[in-house]
């Protein structure tokens, strides 16, 4: 019946209720739907550094990080093959590349990229490049001429596949080598830097032209998911010989990445509480309202027996109703937004240029964060009924003759 | 047996910078079973004492007990707690909850007091059908009217049993032939199931029903009348 009773006193003023209600559904919403907005933001950025041929863990010369020259390089990539085939969980998958910074010019144009060479069955198993993103040919790997580079890249030296590129880079003898490679596949990428940046040779390519023999710049590596991708990079460190290879996973890799998507979360909660704190305004002042409106009543209630406390937790009582309801209507619609977007996300490529700045998708689809949900609704429920408690307080405080004769 | 003492009870209000006395050392026994009536003028203290006897107010000095219990020492949770268990309430107005059906109103003592919800509804149901309202259970404050809204609160406040009914006015706000008909319930209920009622009122009505009228002026008993059967 206490229950039954806060109900109907809720709705003895419906356009009062509504409007609170309505504050509560849009602060819900806002820290739900939103808060996975963010959260599909932030995927997508991890997603991107992941598959920009970062993996999820990276095995490296010693040295290489800070000076990635070819002088850099692993010579022994057997045994580097041999231990992850022992290390790394079922499923993984992991490739070799050799990775340069080189000049690619044609007849008019020259720009400083990242020359990679790569084994392309098995790239496409872990990075964004693979046959799905090519337009033109992807490449096989007995392809020494071809090259596949990205379509800003291509738009900015005004070519197109089926015209030579020519690549200059230091090979291991310290000179300038160059070859010459024909545009075989254009590739698209979340980010236009990415097009710009990398242009990708067969691994054999690459040895030809820098004069390398059993020789590779890096191993990435991506594991299964439910695997802990700091364990692992750990494992392979205790078996290479820590003077001659580095092991990163890719917080390590991409650290401002990492950094940001620390702060990211106290952001999160932070706007949860300052939402709150927008909508708690409105909770107290409707329950202060209602609370002077029914004073003549907490008398006649006092007057019949209710202690106090009793009359603190009916107020409360009500506060919670309007709370439930509004987060109920606030976690349906946003889950209902959320599904809406779900298949095709919300599309910023007319922001591309700046989102590229700081690596966000051109596409973000929503990406729900149990926690997030969780702490929402906790903000709301926790917090709302912290703020109820003064109104109640004061409907509780007043003795029955002072509250009998409130006009 | 008495079941309201008071002794020497005083009471002074702040009226802005004025201090008005509105009980000057009053002594009052009640019987149990008895029908009074404090009478007197508007302003003249018997509301007031209504309210001390009844624990709603408290007095600067003397001593109240009710059905055995001196307030004395009472915090507000235990005078509440006498209330809801010893004490019934009629006042003149907004007597009832208006989100409640008279049904609902006449349980929620019951609610208070922790009876469950079947005893509750066939006691509620008993009690509105000896008070004339059978068929208007289900009826909110708004629906009935005001002799009605009265008969639901005299319900409300005799439905749990208590030691004494305190009745603020109850005919204030009610036509005479309304009045007359709900003090004659209310005198019903006082010889069948010897409730005790006190009221507070100016209604020459209410006088001369009353068994014992207790005349009270400028916070004294001006006179106090035991009418013979």
């Known amino acids: ?407 | 047996m008495n079941i309201v003492e008071c002794t020497e009870i005083n009471k002074t209000y702040q009226q802005g910078k004025v201090e008005v006395q509105a009980l000057r050392g009053i002594s009052l026994n009640i019987k149990k079973g008895g029908f009074i009536a404090l009478a007197g003028p508007s302003g003249s203290g018997k509301t007031t004492l209504l309210n001390i006897i009844g624990g709603l107010d408290h007095a600067d000095s003397g001593t109240v007990n009710v059905d055995g219990q001196s307030f004395d020492k009472m915090n507000q949770s235990q005078l509440a707690n006498l209330r809801l268990h010893s004490i019934g309430f009629v006042f003149q107005s907004y007597n009832l909850i208006p989100v409640l059906s008279a049904a609902e109103n006449v349980e929620f003592v019951m609610l208070l007091q922790g009876i469950p919800a079947a005893e509750r509804q066939g006691r509620a149901r008993t009690i509105l059908d000896d008070v004339g309202l059978k068929d208007k259970y289900d009826r909110r404050p708004a629906e009935l009217s005001g002799g009605q809204q009265q008969r639901v609160a005299v319900a409300r406040a005799i439905v749990s049993n208590p030691s004494i009914v305190l009745a603020d006015e109850p005919t204030a706000n009610l036509d005479s032939k309304t009045g007359q008909g709900l003090l004659e319930m209310m005198k019903k209920m006082n010889v069948e199931k010897k409730v005790t009622f006190v009221f507070s009122t100016h209604d020459q009505m209410v006088m001369d029903y009353a068994r014992r009228l207790v005349l009270i002026h400028d916070g004294l008993i001006d006179n106090d009348l035991v009418k013979k059967n």
């Open chain 1, 1 to 407: 019946m206490h229950i039954h009773l806060a109900w109907r006193n809720i709705w003895r003023n419906p356009r009062r209720t509504t409007v609170i209600l309505t504050a509560v559904v849009i602060g819900i919403w806002s820290m739900v739907f939103l808060g996975a907005l963010m959260r599909g933001m932030m995927t997508g950025m991890i997603d991107n550094g992941i598959s920009t041929l970062t993996g999820d863990i990276q095995v490296h010369h010693k040295g290489y990080r800070n000076d990635p020259v070819i002088e850099n390089s692993m010579t022994n990539p057997s045994m580097l093959k041999k231990i992850l085939n022992d290390t790394l969980p079922n499923g993984s998958q992991w490739t070799a590349r050799i990775r340069v910074n080189a000049v690619a010019n044609n007849a008019r144009h020259y720009s400083g990229v990242t020359m990679v060479g790569i084994n392309p069955a098995q790239e496409a198993k872990i990075s964004f490049i693979g046959p799905e993103r090519i337009q033109g040919k992807y490449l096989d790997s007995m392809d020494h001429h071809g090259i596949v580079i990205g379509r800003e890249l291509l738009e900015k030296f005004e070519t197109r596949i089926g015209k030579k590129l020519v690549l200059m880079s230091q090979d291991t003898n310290q000179e300038i080598a160059s070859r010459a490679f024909k545009i075989i596949g254009i590739f698209t990428a979340e980010m236009k830097a990415t097009e710009k940046q990398f242009v990708f040779v067969t691994m054999s390519a690459a040895e030809k032209m820098l004069k390398l023999k059993n020789t590779i710049s890096e191993i990435s590596i991506i594991i299964p998911e439910n695997h802990n991708n700091s364990k692992i990079a750990s494992d392979i460190r205790e078996v290479l010989p820590p003077k001659d290879y580095e092991v990163h996973t890719w917080q390590e890799l991409l650290h401002i990445l990492t950094a940001y998507l620390e702060m990211f979360d106290q952001f999160m909660y932070i706007w949860f509480v300052v939402v709150f704190i927008a909508m708690g305004f409105g909770i107290v002042n409707t329950t202060l309202m209602a609370v002077y409106e029914r004073m003549r009543e907490f008398g006649l209630l006092k007057a019949l027996g209710m202690k106090p406390w009793w009359i603190v937790r009916s107020v409360i009582y009500e506060s919670f109703l309007l709370l439930i309801m509004g987060m109920a209507i606030g976690n349906l619609l946003a889950f209902a937004c959320i599904h809406a977007l779900s298949k095709n996300g919300i599309d910023l490529s007319y922001l591309a240029e700046g989102a590229d700045y700081f690596g966000i998708s051109r596409i973000i689809f929503p990406d729900i964060f149990f926690q997030d949900v969780l702490v929402a609704n906790l903000v709301v429920i926790v917090l709302g009924i912290i703020v109820s408690i003064y109104p109640a307080v004061r409907a509780a405080r007043f003795t029955p003759v002072e509250a009998l004769a409130h006009i």
